[in-house]
C-alpha cells in the first residue's frame, strides 16, 4: 500500500496523559499536513510542514500540541496533558510540489481517532 | 475569520443529478477544492477550481464564481456508492498551504 498511513488508529487515554501519534506520507510528497476532525464537521487544520520545515501553525495548535518532521519523511503530533475536548479524529495529509508546478490535491491518510476519558 | 457554507443534507434517488452549492467568506482566495468522504473513511480529492467556470471530470464536475464567492459540484448518474459527505474547501492564497473546510454534505442516495 503506496498511500498515506497513520498509527495507531484508535488511541483511547486518560486525561492528562501524553499522547503520540505518526503519520507516513507518500514517500515522493514533500508537503505534510495535519488536520483534526469532529463528528459531522469537516477537517480543521493543524499544521503543515515542507519537507523538514514546519512552515504554518493553526491558532489551534496550542502549547499543548507538538508536530514534527525531523527527516522530512514521517511526522510526529504529541498532545500533552490531554484534554476531554481533545477527542477527535486527527487526519494527516499529504501533497506534492515542485518549482515548477503546484499539485492541489492533499491525500489523506485513514487518520487516529482519539479518546480522552 | 473564515467561513464555508453548504447544505447540511441532500437526498436524491439513484441516476438522478444533484448540486451541492458552497458559498464562501474569506480573507483571501486562491482556489476551492472538493473532498468525498465515506463513513468512517478519509477525505479523498474530487476536483479544484482556481479560475471561474466548469471543471469536468467523468460524472462529476465543479463549477466557480470567484465574483460571486460561489461555486458547486455536480454530481450526475447517481449511484448508490456516491452516498458520502461531501466537502468543499478553499485555499486562502499563495502564500498558505492550508485548506479551510466546509461544515459538508450529507449526500443520501436513494434506489
Known amino acids: 500500500d503506496t498511500g498515506v498511513s497513520q498509527d495507531p488508529r484508535h488511541k483511547i487515554t486518560k486525561r492528562g496523559q501524553n499522547v503520540t501519534f505518526r503519520c507516513d506520507p507518500i514517500?515522493?510528497?514533500?508537503?505534510l499536513y495535519w488536520y483534526r476532525q469532529t463528528l459531522g464537521q469537516g477537517p480543521e487544520f493543524l499544521t503543515y510542514f515542507q519537507n523538514e520545515a514546519q512552515l504554518e501553525k493553526s491558532r489551534l495548535l496550542s502549547d499543548r500540541f507538538s508536530a514534527e518532521r525531523p527527516k522530512g519523511s514521517f511526522s510526529t503530533l504529541e498532545i500533552q496533558r490531554t484534554e476531554q475536548g481533545d477527542s477527535a479524529m486527527y487526519l494527516c495529509a499529504s501533497s506534492f510540489s515542485t518549482s515548477g508546478r503546484i499539485y492541489n490535491e492533499q491525500f489523506f491518510g485513514p487518520g487516529t481517532r482519539l479518546t480522552v476519558l | 475569520g473564515q467561513s464555508l457554507e453548504q447544505p447540511s443534507e441532500v437526498t436524491a434517488v439513484e441516476g438522478a443529478i444533484v448540486q451541492i452549492n458552497c458559498t464562501y467568506q474569506?480573507?483571501?482566495?486562491?482556489?476551492l477544492s472538493w473532498y468525498q468522504q465515506h463513513d468512517g473513511g478519509a477525505p479523498t480529492f474530487l476536483s479544484y477550481n482556481a479560475l471561474d467556470g466548469l471543471e469536468e471530470t467523468g460524472r462529476f464536475s465543479s463549477f466557480l464564481s470567484r465574483s460571486d464567492s460561489y461555486g458547486y459540484l455536480l454530481l450526475q448518474e447517481l449511484q448508490m456508492k456516491d452516498s458520502a459527505s461531501y466537502f468543499c474547501a478553499v485555499r486562502v492564497n499563495t502564500g498558505r498551504r492550508a485548506l479551510t473546510f466546509g461544515s459538508g454534505t450529507r449526500l443520501q442516495v436513494q434506489p
Open positions: 514517500s515522493e510528497h514533500n508537503r
Open positions: 474569506t480573507s483571501g482566495f486562491y482556489g
